[in-house]
């Protein structure tokens, strides 16, 4: 397993909104979103990481250049994509979105896009987790740039909650909506590298002892594991997080800081009292985030490969 932080880039216009619905191919490609959900099944059922990897996915991708499956894009000799960002290294899942567009561009060509994949996807895998199951609106159509210099600007474990609030703001999400998304750190897990700063620091009095310790020593292994950043119900996907880190036991500084900091830590209660206002409020995030920048209409292109742009563009 190989997931890390969530984190998320651009604003939602009226219009873009308008031009995507619910049902988006029901005419043109009905089987779209059944075959989305059989593929993501099958891997689910032999391996339940895939809902933090495609969640990690589909936050990177709509936080960069908005929802436009950018993340997805190969490097070439002349460019190097956004893959090969830092916080991007450790993302996963792509072999899942290649599947499920073979299929789709074997069943109905060049019709469904890779943004789209990605956002049905992450709902589907959400849902077998225990998470919400909701519906959202399609429509996405894929860019055509992918830049690794973009990423780097992808808030990390340890920035404080006014510093994400910006970077959530300056894409048209709120306070409610931002503690609510990194809610999603219920499932998944941390490399050493993004929280070991914490163990050896004397002033750091928001880390639970016995978790500082039974953590000093997975990282002082050689190449140490990951370590789940839920340590209650690490593969279910519910408000336990918010539970943990009320109690000191948030593995990253920004999830700790929720728990901590004035301004979200109201929210975090609220959430841990109550699993149902939670999924309820993440759904809806995850609605609105999946918004954030969407090219439609004639922008972008329906990509046949979702590793590359088409050959065919001008």
């Not at 073979?102 to 109905?108: D, G, K, R, W």
């Not at 959202?136 to 994400?164: F, Y």
């Not at 996907?237 to 990253?252: A, E, H, P, S, T």
């Amino acid at each position: 397993m190989k997931f890390t932080i969530l984190f998320f880039f651009f604003f939602v216009f009226p219009l873009a909104l308008a031009d995507l619905r619910v049902g988006f191919y029901s005419s043109t490609c009905p089987r779209a979103e059944n075959i989305v959900r059989q593929v993501v099944q099958r891997h689910f059922n032999t391996d339940r990481s895939i809902t933090a990897a495609l969640l990690r996915m589909h936050f990177h991708d709509c936080f960069v250049r908005g929802c436009d499956a950018s993340i997805l894009i190969d490097s070439t000799k002349v460019n190097e994509s956004e893959k090969n960002a830092r916080p991007n290294l450790t993302v996963r899942g792509y072999e899942i979105i290649d599947e499920i567009k073979t299929i789709l561009e074997n069943t109905c060509p060049s019709i469904v896009s890779c943004a789209d994949i990605i956002t049905l996807a992450t709902r589907d895998a959400l849902a077998m987790a225990g998470g919400p199951a909701y519906d959202i609106a399609t429509g996405r159509r894929d860019g055509v740039v992918s830049i690794k210099s973009d990423a780097n600007e992808l808030p990390g474990p340890n920035s404080q909650v006014s510093q994400a609030l910006q970077i959530f703001t300056s894409k048209g999400m709120s306070l409610n909506q931002m503690v609510t998304l990194l809610g999603a750190h219920t499932i998944g897990v941390a490399h050493c590298d993004f929280f070991k700063q914490r163990l050896n620091d004397p002033n750091s009095n928001n880390l639970d002892p016995d978790l500082a310790a039974k953590f000093s020593n997975i990282c002082a292994k050689n190449n140490p594991p990951p370590v789940f950043l839920d340590q209650n119900t690490s593969f279910l996907f519910d408000n336990q997080f918010y539970n943990q880190i009320l109690l000191k036991r948030g593995v990253l500084s920004i999830d700790s800081q929720l728990a901590l900091d004035p301004s979200s830590r109201g929210l975090v209660s609220t959430f841990a009292g109550n699993n149902g206002n939670f999924l309820q409020s993440f759904a809806d995030a995850m609605i609105k985030m999946g918004s954030i920048g969407v090219l439609v209409n004639n922008d972008g292109e329906i990509r046949k490969n979702c590793r590359a742009i088409n050959n065919n563009r001008s």
